[in-house]
């Protein structure tokens, strides 16, 4: 029997479409089906005799808490910037690495927890098989027939039972047998019974780096058959002829916070389990529903009709095909599929989503799949506020407000400055001091970058109170910088020095410098945003005067004689070692801020547009996404349509659309789903701006709830590639100005009021 793409009948819904799917299990974890619920991850093979969930648990580091501030950093400050500015930057360099660079140099890696494990006894060969993940369902499926049993099994990870919760079933009684156990490469694993029909897997996490480890963990599972026999063997459950069987797992850790281990998982995990075995499956599952699709639902995209023949082959048959343009729906399948991520590995309550997300299967993952900030978790967040996911951003910032902590500790220690800091990388246990080693790590704008996430958070939402609760965060990061910038005596600029290019080098045998372009264009943001934070909110008029005094002081935007706009102060571009470096760092003025742009500042735009063409259009996964941002902005629709095919191809996006760096990191399905959006709907400089850079393949299309900066959102449809209308809803009033093809409208609305808008004669106007 083949299996078929086609969504059936009952499933006819402009939701239905939004499936992953394959024809036959997953061999590898790149294959697997992503599930989660912020706080728990789950990886489903899927497979026929045997089934493997490989499982996470977002506080499961290594290491425990620890303050990896270099002692010897504030005397060798002096001296670093003495060689910086004699322009001997290898000698800087190399003095940084020694003296300045924390301790231990790498911080702690992200861990699996284990897996569930499950092997059928009377399964050899299968037929008609079928996996799948529905996004809008956040459930992932697989069916087939063996030996004349139509088998079913269904897995979700409740974000209302804080469990991952599996239906096995038949449309036979009395034919489900397995056996079930629980099994994770954690050194101090333990396994045992836990009650008459569970298992209960516990250890300690490991030391990494000189860090002991100090977290306990424990995974409980349950298993609940209906009909049939269930008994335990040593540490696995064997099944006998059950009509069907449920399956709930919880897991917990000791962690409370960055510096307190005191929670007790196996009560935290039996509370929980407890709780979610008095609920039958039905009304487990509605309610796991009503909570993803209220965060889900609130966006829809249409980008057009795919050849049916096309849309029923199996998803990576679609990504190798995506290149040849026929297939529109699965760019709106990939700009859900981010949005379904973060929703799936950052709510309320968790921690921020990590360079995986939630999802990781490796003791020593890539780049310890931690925090890393000088672009990549960014990144992860640039498609919330845009993308109707407020919600998705409060794990970042309440890391924030962690980070302000122990940042203090290192901006008084390292640098003798007021406010906090943080440099290229963090983890579970809050580090700020640089890591890696100069090139990577001694850079001190990663927490200056991140709070520009929770200034969106603001703009989008226009909450005083929000904005209260947040500034003490941006006045930290601003006062920090206002003890530390130093006159450049070659310019007279101020300059954050030591700092870096993020990880490019100079022509000078080194990546360490003083005042590079995108330091400059952070602060200039965060200075700004701080000033008008503290005038909304009648607070620091001293402090607002000294910013703006500093402000201007900082290095201007230079145009290079490549005709680029400069990575650093001096016109160093054209012999840079890796002219095409993966890293745009100098273009953050383009996006995700909006100071350099085709309206406000031409000039530089061009020198934007340069430098993108001279870095080229191959990068990494991430680095795409970061490319196809960019050219939405210079409103290129064309060239970012080819980005987005690089991008969603099988060289950086493996069979269950995890982008590939390579390897996985979660950060360019992030940069894919914020790209999309940029080129149908951008919000900067006080306008609202509609298909600013729609590409020919999506000549019609349809975008409804996406958001727009004060409080707004929006709804619009296009036809033969021309706008059809756009209606605005005002959340709490304002004025607002909408610009398409080059002309504008000025609106004002009450709170709750929506408006219509349509072409006219000389542009846009009002129905």
Same mark, same amino acid.
């Given at each position: 029997?083949?299996?078929?793409?086609?969504?059936?009948?009952?499933?006819?819904?402009?939701?239905?479409?939004?499936?992953?799917?394959?024809?036959?299990?997953?061999?590898?974890?790149?294959?697997?089906?992503?599930?989660?619920?912020?706080?728990?991850? @789950?990886?489903?093979?899927?497979?026929?005799?045997?089934?493997?969930?490989?499982?996470?648990?977002?506080?499961?580091?290594?290491?425990?808490?620890?303050?990896?501030?270099?002692?010897?950093?504030?005397?060798?400050?002096?001296? %670093?910037?003495?060689?910086?500015?004699?322009?001997?930057?290898?000698?800087?360099?190399?003095?940084?690495?020694?003296?300045?660079?924390?301790?231990?140099?790498?911080?702690?890696?992200?861990?699996?927890?284990?897996?569930?494990?499950?092997?059928?006894?009377?399964?050899?060969?299968?037929?008609?098989?079928?996996?799948?993940?529905?996004?809008?369902?956040?459930?992932?499926?697989?069916?087939?027939?063996?030996?004349?049993?139509?088998?079913?099994?269904?897995?979700?990870?409740?974000?209302?039972?804080?469990?991952?919760?599996?239906?096995?079933?038949?449309?036979?009684?009395?034919?489900?047998?397995?056996?079930?156990?629980?099994?994770?490469?954690?050194?101090?694993?333990?396994?045992?019974?836990?009650?008459?029909?569970?298992?209960?897997?516990?250890?300690?996490?490991?030391? @990494?780096?000189?860090?002991?480890?100090?977290?306990?963990?424990?995974?409980?599972?349950?298993?609940?058959?209906?009909?049939?026999?269930?008994?335990?063997?040593?540490?696995?459950?064997?099944?006998?002829?059950?009509?069907?069987?449920?399956?709930?797992?919880?897991?917990?850790?000791?962690?409370?916070?960055?510096?307190?281990?005191?929670?007790?998982?196996?009560?935290?995990?039996?509370?929980?389990?407890?709780?979610?075995?008095?609920?039958?499956?039905?009304?487990?599952?509605?309610?796991?529903?009503?909570?993803?699709?209220?965060?889900?639902?609130?966006?829809?995209?249409?980008?057009?009709?795919?050849?049916?023949?096309?849309?029923?082959?199996?998803?990576?048959?679609?990504?190798?095909?995506?290149?040849?343009?026929?297939?529109?729906?699965?760019?709106?399948?990939?700009?859900?599929?981010?949005?379904?991520?973060?929703?799936?590995?950052?709510?309320?309550?968790?921690?921020?989503?990590?360079?995986?997300?939630?999802?990781?299967?490796?003791?020593?993952?890539?780049?310890?799949?931690?925090?890393?900030?000088?672009?990549?978790?960014?990144?992860?967040?640039?498609?919330?506020?845009?993308?109707?996911?407020?919600?998705?951003?409060?794990?970042?910032?309440?890391?924030?407000?962690?980070? @302000?902590?122990?940042?203090?500790?290192?901006?008084?220690?390292?640098?003798?400055?007021?406010?906090?800091?943080?440099?290229?990388?963090?983890?579970?246990?809050?580090?700020?001091?640089?890591?890696?080693?100069?090139?990577?790590?001694?850079?001190?704008?990663?927490?200056?970058?991140?709070?520009?996430?929770?200034?969106?958070?603001?703009?989008?939402?226009?909450?005083?109170?929000?904005?209260?609760?947040?500034?003490?965060?941006?006045?930290?990061?601003?006062?920090?910088?206002?003890?530390?910038?130093?006159?450049?005596?070659?310019?007279?600029?101020?300059?954050?020095?030591?700092?870096?290019?993020?990880?490019? %080098?100079?022509?000078?045998?080194?990546?360490?410098?003083?005042?590079?372009?995108?330091?400059?264009?952070?602060?200039?943001?965060?200075?700004?945003?701080?000033?008008?934070?503290?005038?909304?909110?009648? %607070?620091?008029?001293?402090?607002?005067?000294?910013?703006?005094?500093?402000?201007?002081?900082?290095?201007?935007?230079?145009?290079?004689?490549?005709?680029?706009?400069?990575?650093?102060?001096?016109?160093?571009?054209?012999?840079?070692?890796?002219?095409?470096?993966?890293?745009?760092?100098?273009?953050?003025?383009?996006?995700?801020?909006?100071?350099?742009?085709?309206?406000?500042?031409?000039?530089?735009?061009?020198?934007?547009?340069?430098?993108?063409?001279?870095?080229?259009?191959? @990068?990494?996964?991430?680095?795409?996404?970061?490319?196809?941002?960019?050219?939405?902005?210079?409103?290129?629709?064309?060239?970012?349509?080819?980005?987005?095919?690089?991008?969603?191809?099988?060289?950086?996006?493996?069979?269950?659309?995890?982008?590939?760096?390579?390897?996985?990191?979660?950060?360019?399905?992030?940069?894919?789903?914020?790209?999309?959006?940029?080129?149908?709907?951008?919000?900067?400089?006080?306008?609202?701006?509609?298909?600013?850079?729609?590409?020919?393949?999506?000549?019609?299309?349809?975008?409804?709830?996406?958001?727009?900066?004060?409080?707004?959102?929006?709804?619009?449809?296009?036809?033969?590639?021309?706008? %059809?209308?756009?209606?605005?809803?005002?959340?709490?009033?304002?004025?607002?100005?909408?610009?398409?093809?080059?002309?504008?409208?000025?609106?004002?609305?009450?709170?709750?009021?929506?408006?219509?808008?349509?072409?006219?004669?000389?542009?846009?106007?009002?129905?």
């Amino acid at each position: 029997m083949a299996a078929s793409g086609a969504p059936s009948a009952a499933d006819a819904s402009p939701w239905s479409a939004l499936r992953l799917w394959y024809p036959r299990p997953a061999t590898q974890w790149v294959e697997a089906l992503p599930l989660g619920n912020g706080r728990l991850g @789950a990886m489903v093979w899927g497979g026929g005799k045997h089934e493997r969930i490989q499982l996470n648990e977002d506080t499961l580091y290594a290491g425990g808490p620890y303050d990896p501030t270099p002692p010897d950093a504030l005397a060798a400050l002096p001296e %670093v910037r003495r060689l910086l500015f004699a322009g001997r930057y290898a000698e800087a360099e190399a003095l940084a690495n020694a003296k300045m660079m924390g301790r231990p140099h790498k911080q702690m890696p992200y861990q699996p927890l284990g897996d569930l494990v499950l092997d059928f006894f009377e399964i050899a060969e299968t037929n008609g098989y079928r996996r799948e993940l529905d996004l809008d369902a956040a459930l992932a499926t697989s069916t087939f027939e063996a030996r004349g049993l139509q088998h079913r099994r269904e897995v979700f990870v409740s974000p209302v039972d804080q469990c991952v919760a599996m239906r096995l079933s038949g449309d036979q009684p009395g034919r489900i047998s397995l056996r079930i156990a629980l099994d994770s490469d954690q050194p101090s694993k333990a396994i045992g019974a836990d009650g008459e029909a569970g298992l209960l897997l516990r250890g300690r996490n490991e030391a @990494a780096f000189g860090v002991e480890g100090k977290l306990r963990f424990a995974l409980r599972l349950r298993v609940l058959p209906t009909g049939g026999t269930l008994r335990h063997h040593g540490d696995r459950i064997e099944v006998r002829d059950a009509d069907e069987v449920l399956l709930l797992l919880t897991a917990a850790t000791s962690y409370r916070r960055h510096d307190d281990v005191s929670g007790d998982p196996e009560a935290i995990t039996r509370d929980q389990l407890d709780a979610a075995a008095r609920k039958k499956w039905p009304a487990m599952r509605d309610d796991h529903l009503a909570a993803h699709r209220a965060l889900f639902r609130r966006v829809s995209i249409d980008l057009g009709r795919t050849p049916p023949a096309v849309a029923a082959l199996p998803t990576d048959e679609r990504v190798a095909r995506f290149a040849e343009g026929e297939d529109p729906e699965l760019a709106a399948l990939y700009h859900q599929f981010g949005r379904y991520l973060l929703i799936a590995s950052s709510r309320p309550g968790t921690q921020p989503a990590n360079l995986q997300g939630v999802w990781n299967d490796l003791l020593q993952p890539p780049w310890e799949s931690k925090y890393t900030i000088n672009i990549n978790m960014q990144m992860n967040y640039w498609p919330a506020e845009a993308n109707a996911l407020a919600e998705c951003v409060e794990p970042l910032e309440r890391m924030l407000f962690d980070l @302000a902590q122990t940042g203090a500790r290192t901006a008084r220690d390292m640098y003798g400055a007021p406010g906090w800091v943080v440099h290229h990388n963090t983890d579970l246990w809050r580090a700020t001091a640089p890591v890696d080693g100069a090139q990577w790590g001694l850079w001190p704008l990663g927490g200056a970058w991140l709070l520009q996430q929770l200034w969106d958070r603001w703009d989008y939402g226009r909450d005083p109170g929000y904005l209260r609760k947040v500034y003490p965060l941006f006045k930290g990061a601003a006062e920090f910088f206002a003890a530390t910038l130093v006159e450049d005596p070659g310019t007279g600029a101020m300059v954050t020095a030591p700092s870096i290019s993020p990880e490019n %080098v100079h022509p000078h045998g080194a990546a360490l410098c003083a005042g590079p372009s995108m330091d400059a264009q952070i602060l200039r943001d965060l200075f700004g945003q701080c000033i008008e934070a503290a005038a909304l909110l009648g %607070v620091d008029d001293d402090f607002q005067k000294q910013l703006a005094a500093l402000r201007e002081r900082l290095p201007p935007h230079r145009i290079g004689k490549a005709g680029q706009l400069q990575e650093w102060q001096q016109d160093w571009d054209m012999a840079a070692p890796e002219i095409d470096h993966r890293h745009v760092s100098h273009l953050y003025a383009l996006h995700p801020s909006s100071q350099v742009n085709l309206r406000d500042t031409p000039e530089l735009a061009a020198a934007a547009r340069r430098s993108l063409e001279i870095r080229g259009d191959e @990068a990494t996964g991430w680095g795409i996404g970061w490319r196809l941002n960019l050219w939405a902005r210079l409103r290129d629709g064309e060239r970012a349509m080819k980005i987005l095919r690089m991008l969603v191809s099988p060289a950086r996006t493996y069979p269950n659309l995890f982008d590939a760096h390579p390897p996985f990191q979660i950060d360019g399905n992030f940069g894919g789903t914020a790209g999309i959006t940029e080129l149908l709907v951008q919000s900067w400089g006080g306008t609202i701006f509609l298909l600013p850079a729609l590409p020919k393949a999506w000549p019609s299309g349809e975008l409804h709830g996406v958001r727009v900066r004060n409080a707004a959102g929006i709804d619009l449809s296009w036809r033969d590639g021309t706008l %059809v209308q756009a209606t605005l809803h005002s959340d709490k009033g304002g004025g607002y100005r909408i610009e398409h093809r080059g002309r504008e409208l000025a609106l004002t609305l009450a709170a709750g009021e929506s408006a219509t808008l349509r072409p006219g004669g000389r542009g846009l106007v009002r129905a």
